[in-house]
């Protein structure tokens, strides 16, 4: 078993500590997240560990053996392999050439291609990696490339390999493939140091979790004991997490009913009914279906069979205008390009769902349209200086607040939010899950779709569970933990 270890790493620039005192430990056969919000340090630890720079203060030390590397290329010979986020191979050359690149194997003067490409083979196969050693990169994907990187840097039997961000340009099939490589990698006597911000992989993939803030290490955590929770609480210190508050009520009343609603190749057979009040979430990974089922109940998608009931009425061919009349609202998960109107005005953001009840005849009427916005800026604790002021002008979240705002000027019975806390700071998000507690007690119901799976269970009464187009499950968030309801997204069971 091998161990890395920092002891009491400073990294300071003009103005700024970047590492403060950082002492903390990995072991090989295991994969260590390194997480923080922006500017935490976790960018400053991995460069210190690669040799791009070096530390102000401090040791490091492998087996036990203080190291010093005087540039990457020495880091590297000293057994630390960094994959970062920008791929570093040669398009022009061929997968063998780039693993092999400045170690090709020689015949007198001359490379040895025969032995070269069957070296790669050798190193492609041992990793399982399905691609040809004489391929050029320039025709492979991100993907296919991120993984020759893996085989280059494993290639050299490191010590120690750190994944800077790895999945951040991965579609999801892929991100699984990753993950299922990095676990054979386990197998192999290497610590893994894994940097991300996709908080809800850790549970698929990391078994520690490093947490910096500030600089500062703020601790390691198992990932088995661990909660979204706690490793909220250890990134942003101060914020507090709440989860659904115990008065909100789920009446009898059925709101909304859908009977087997089909759209071919979204999704399938889906029926459901919600409640008065009730929220209720949607969980399933990219490309489960969850967005297309949410538009097509709107209207603004079509489908192909199925039956939607509101407070028991059908809809026939339902259409944005006849949901919304219906008591239907939508609040997208692309909020810059379908939710607001980026060159309005934060005033008629918040108006433009509502104008057939603003105007009177084919006439606004300003001090009615005034009166829509404030209320909502009021209720909904907006941050803005006037207005009139361009909705660009606003931070993230208020910009969703605005998107919510608009849909609760047309008094609905039901809200559904897609990804509604996509791209909005850890404090706006649970200011968005408060309105939607708000709107419960209200006896508003909600659907919400989150990719974070972890806001569902904190936020949500009930959750159907979507794979593939159909709803394969549901659970009630006090009795699965993550971790299950991750793996029932992906096709797992529950245990
Ligand atoms: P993270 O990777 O967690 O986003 P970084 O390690 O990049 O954080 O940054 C930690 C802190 O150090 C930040 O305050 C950042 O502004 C500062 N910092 C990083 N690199 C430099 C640099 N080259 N010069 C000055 N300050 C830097």
Redesign the pocket.
Known sequence: MSVLETRNIVKT??G?I??NDVSVSFESGKVHALV???????????KIFSGAIEPTRGEILIDGVRMNFSDPRDAFAKGIATVYQELSLVPGLTVAENILIGRLPMRGRFVDWKKTFAIADELLKEMNVDIPPDEVVYNLSVWQCQMVEIVKAMSFRPKVLQLDEPTSALAQHEIQALFKMIRELKKKDVVIIYVTHRLHELWQIADTCTV?RD?CLIGTIPMQEATHKDIIKMMFGDVEIHTRPHDLKVEDDVVLEVKDLTRKNKFENISFRLKKGEILGIAGMLGSGRTELLKSIFGADPFDSGEIYINGQRIFSPSPVKMKKAGLALTSEDRKHEGLNQIASIKDNLCIASLDLIAKGAFIQKHRENEFAQRQVNELNIKVSDIRDSVSSLSGGNQQKVVVGNWLNTNPKVIFFDEPSRGIDVKAKQQIFQIIWEQSRKGVSSIMVSSELEELLEVCHRILIMREGRIVGEIKPEEVKIEELYSLCMGGEKN
């Open positions: 620039y003009p700024t970047a590492l923080g919000k922006n500017g935490s340090g976790k960018s400053t630890l991995v910096l600089g």
